[in-house]
Antibody, heavy 122, light 110 residues
Framework: EVQLVESGGGLVQPGGSLRLSCAAS????????IDWVRQAPGKGLEWVGR??????????DFAASVKGRFTFSRDDSTNSVYLQLKSLKTEDTALYYC?????????????WGQGTLVTVSS | QSVLTQPPSASATPGQRVTISCSGS????????VYWYQQVPGAAPKLLIY???QRPSGVPDRFSGSRSGTSASLAISGLRSEDEADYYC???????????FGGGTKLTVL
């Protein structure tokens, strides 16, 4: 069974940092890119970014709203992805979902975790 | 303001058919595949339709997707109470170089 489990969310002050984790199981982790999608309270879905796999040298892409502030790392030995959030703003408050990207062309997010909540507030 | 435009709400009675629209542009829907996601209250989104009109295994054939030009639509026939959820369309955007979502449509089953 495919599982994605996020952790690391919490309350942080504006300008602060946080590291989110995504632990994957039940599939060949190295074959997939991992994306993060966030959802502000009561709002819609927003793509945050993705990290590739060894085949594309773990290339990362980010949405313009987070570029330069968020970074990815990936540990294939533990089937984990980490999202480092820096210079956080109140508008970064959201539920952050880790998703598995399938192999079809486009936003093919075929499995989702349950999310981890990030609250940016003073 | 979402790149893809969806109506904020839709409603219908059990057994009826409902259609949810998703409007984009030549840089997203006009040139790339459309995906649809269903989010039941309190749960994570779930992939409902991929590559415009394909259903993952386990998704009932009551759900169907289509794309024409720079617009797409999701149709649900034989509406059931458990279909009450938020529905999101998504597509890759060539100009933004990333996936974009619609603002979501809240479906109410009356």
């Amino acid at each position: 069974e495919v599982q994605l489990v996020e952790s690391g969310g919490g309350l942080v002050q504006p300008g602060g940092s946080l590291r989110l984790s995504c632990a994957a199981s039940g599939f060949t982790f190295t074959a997939h890119y991992i994306d993060w999608v966030r959802q502000a309270p009561g709002k819609g879905l927003e793509w945050v970014g993705r990290i590739g796999n060894k085949v594309n040298n773990y290339h990362a892409d980010f949405a313009a709203s987070v570029k330069g502030r968020f970074t990815f790392s990936r540990d294939d030995s533990t089937n984990s992805v980490y999202l480092q959030l820096k210079s956080l703003k109140t508008e970064d408050t959201a539920l952050y979902y880790c998703t598995r990207e399938g192999h079809r062309d486009g936003p093919d997010f075929d499995y989702w975790g349950q999310g981890t909540l990030v609250t940016v507030s003073s | 303001q979402s790149v893809l435009t969806q109506p904020p709400s839709a409603s219908a009675t059990p057994g009826q058919r409902v259609t949810i629209s998703c409007s984009g542009s030549s840089s997203n829907i006009g040139s790339n595949y459309v995906y649809w996601y269903q989010q039941v209250p309190g749960a994570a989104p779930k992939l409902l339709i991929y590559t415009n009109n394909q259903r993952p295994s386990g998704v009932p054939d009551r759900f169907s997707g289509s794309r024409s030009g720079t617009s797409a639509s999701l149709a649900i026939s034989g509406l059931r109470s458990e279909d009450e959820a938020d529905y999101y369309c998504a597509a890759w955007d060539d100009s933004l170089r990333g996936p974009v979502f619609g603002g979501g449509t809240k479906l109410t089953v009356l």
